[in-house]
């Protein structure tokens, strides 16, 4: 009964009301590749939003390149015709600092140095990097390295105030004091492959160090102060390394903590009449509202992807009675020529599973075939350095769901099936339609 | 004493309070051919079905096998299509998706076990052989014409070879190489042994072989000419 059940799925029309149903499937696992975009992009949000509620934000120029000259040994001299200036680059020093700490509503500032670090890509990153991104070269210097943005942070910092806002996605954030160790962006490990416990080697001041890959994070900094492709590292090392006093060390980002948000515009209005060339931010109302239109949108994928659903599964069903509805002659010849009741039902039961199952299995594949191609399509990829964006898809949740959701459709089928057949006679079904 | 193979006693069928026939008796024993003859439109049909329990009559008693088809349920009914009938529609109901050799194996597929499907797929080929369809086999119904539609719903209703087998009109509107073919299985059939209930129009060549001929006629009373008929 099963293989005749079999044949006849793909004997007669039903090969359509198959296709039907696959497609159905595919466009509700559609609305699932957009769930988890959305989700990622919503948690990140989210904890970007705590940061700007907590921090403002100082960025005093551009990143410091440390890979050819040590910005506190150097001097213009040495390199005819540079308009490097430290107190341009490195704006802030403890003078600043202290100033800023009586501010009214100021708790702690946490001192930032945000430099290039330079980073010898092996055969392999760079080819990747080549298909991926075809003007790379703008980015490789003469040597063939790669910049790296090597933020260097307070240990203290990192635990009282950054941490809670980064999202440690493997591994675990720095330790105070900790040396030889980094923490690196979701996109490094993405686009170059490193992970925790990794060894990245990174060219600081022409010396290469050796950096231990202790965890991977996601949204720490404001993309102004972050291109992506980061390392996280301990400040005081940084001046180690630099062969600097802690003390006469000069930062370029500056990390306001401020108790309530009402305290915060004051703060930032002081701030740019005192600095002026500093790009002073407090994003909170802006990612307040980012966060409600988002918000709004997330709803409304779900009320679509949920209602989707409900009609896709009521679509199956349909499909599935009028296909009954139009075999109505055919259930009538079965009973006319001495097949059971039984038989009947047994008949359809294995074609409504047969339908139900290969539908799901072939929209399940389907969809995970293009689910990547179809987010890496949506996403713009402006977005992907952003957010660290997931693009596992379909959910994994689904992928159990889908086969069971057509069962218990091709079940529910069945039973109105079977009411119907129930209330059939030979003769009737007989009769055209 | 063994029980007539059809009794009919008392038949009538109408429908939305239409009569169609009133008060038929028939009776048919073993290895006979009954006819029943009339115009269009008298009924014969539905008689027909009535007697193959596709229908059942609104007053009367009717004894197929021996078995009082009224007092049947549904599973019953199957069970007495299977194991005593074989059922030739007016108009062929062939399933568009099959062969005509799997349209013949139909009645099998639930029943048989794959082991002995074959004893039946030799049996249905030996079958569409005999009515003249040997390479019209797997052809599908949409290959076939009228007349060789009709044979294979014919061997279809003689797979299981049915004790009573009734066909409706079996050479109505077929071309006289088709009529001929099916009038001498319905003679072969006839000489085994079988008893064969068929409604035709004027067929003098089927008619010529049934010793028990109804006649039903657009007036009331039908008459019975069923001379055993007491």
């Known amino acids: ?433 | 004493m063994k029980p007539l193979a059809v009794i009919l006693k008392g038949v009538s069928r109408s429908f939305k309070n239409v009569s169609i026939f009133r008060g038929v008796n028939l009776k048919v024993n073993w290895g006979e051919m009954a006819a029943v003859v009339g115009p269009s439109g008298v009924g014969k049909t539905t008689l027909l079905r009535i007697v193959g329990t596709l229908d059942r009559p609104t007053d009367g008693e009717v004894k197929v096998c021996g078995t009082d088809v009224n007092t049947l349920d549904r599973g019953g009914l199957a069970e007495l299509r299977w194991s005593c009938l074989g059922f030739s529609f007016q108009e062929p109901v062939l399933l568009p998706g099959l062969t005509a050799l799997d349209n013949v194996l139909l009645p099998c597929i639930p029943r048989v076990k794959s082991a002995k499907l074959r004893h039946f797929k030799k049996q249905a080929m030996m079958l569409l052989e005999a009515l003249g369809l040997r390479d019209r086999i797997r052809f599908k119904p949409h290959q076939l014409s009228v007349g060789q539609k009709k044979r294979v719903d014919l061997a279809r209703a003689l797979i299981n070879s049915p004790k009573v087998l009734i066909a409706d009109e079996p050479t109505t509107n077929l071309d006289d190489e088709s009529a001929r073919i099916i009038a001498e299985m319905l003679k072969e059939r006839l000489e085994e042994g079988s008893t064969i209930l068929l409604a035709t129009h004027q067929d003098q060549n089927l008619l010529s072989m049934a010793s028990v001929r109804l006649g039903l006629q657009r007036t009331f009373p039908r008459v019975n000419d069923n001379p055993k008929l007491d």
């Open chain 1, 1 to 433: 009964m099963f293989f005749f059940a079999l044949k006849q799925v793909f004997r007669t029309r039903r090969a359509w009301t198959l296709l039907l149903i696959l497609m159905i499937g595919v466009a509700t696992a559609s609305f699932e590749v957009l769930a988890p975009i959305a989700d990622s992009m919503s948690n990140q949000l989210e904890s970007y939003t705590k940061f700007a509620t907590g921090f403002v934000t100082m960025w005093g120029g551009g990143t410091v390149g440390v890979d050819f000259w040590n910005p506190f040994h150097f001097s213009p001299e040495d390199i005819p015709g540079s308009t490097f200036n430290i107190t341009k680059s490195l704006p802030f020093d403890e003078k600043d600092i202290a100033n800023m700490s009586s501010m009214e509503g100021v708790e702690t500032v946490y001192r930032t140095a945000i430099m290039a670090a330079a980073y010898t890509p092996t055969k392999e990153q760079r080819e990747k990097m080549h298909e991926r991104f075809p003007d790379i070269e703008r980015r490789e210097d003469a040597t063939g390295t790669w910049d790296t943005c090597l933020v260097c942070v307070e240990a203290e910092a990192a635990l009282a105030g950054l941490l809670p806002y980064a999202n440690v996605e493997k591994g675990r954030f720095l330790r105070p004091g900790e040396t030889d160790a980094v923490v690196v962006s979701t996109i490094l490990e993405k686009e170059w492959g490193f992970t925790v416990g990794d060894e990245i080697p990174l060219i600081i001041w022409n010396d290469e160090h050796r950096f231990k890959i202790v965890g991977v994070y996601s949204g720490l900094l404001p993309t102004a102060m972050d291109f992506g492709f980061t390392a996280v590292m301990e400040l005081d090392e940084l001046f180690t390394f630099l062969d600097v006093d802690p003390s006469d060390g000069r930062f370029n980002a500056l990390f306001i903590k401020v108790g309530e948000p009402s305290l915060a515009q004051p703060i930032v209005k002081a701030l740019r009449e005192e600095y002026p060339t500093a790009q002073v931010h407090y994003e909170f109302a802006f990612i307040e509202t980012s966060m409600e239109l988002l918000s709004s949108t997330l709803n409304t994928y779900d009320l679509i992807r949920n209602l989707l659903l409900l009609v896709s599964a009521a679509t199956i069903i349909l499909i599935r009675l009028i296909d009954l509805l139009r075999h109505r002659r055919e259930l009538g010849l079965y009973m006319g020529i001495g097949w059971r009741e039984r038989d009947i039902l047994s008949y359809m039961l294995w074609q409504s599973a047969i339908i139900g199952l290969i539908g799901a299995t072939v929209g399940i594949l389907l969809t995970v075939a293009t689910g990547g191609y179809l987010s890496e399509a949506l996403v713009p990829e402006r977005l992907k350095y952003m957010f660290s964006i997931s693009t596992q898809v379909p959910d994994p949740a689904f992928l159990p769901l889908a086969p069971l959701i057509a069962l218990v459709l091709s079940t529910l089928t069945f039973a109105a099936g079977y009411l119907y057949i129930r209330r059939l006679t030979p003769l009737k079904a007989l009769e055209e339609v």
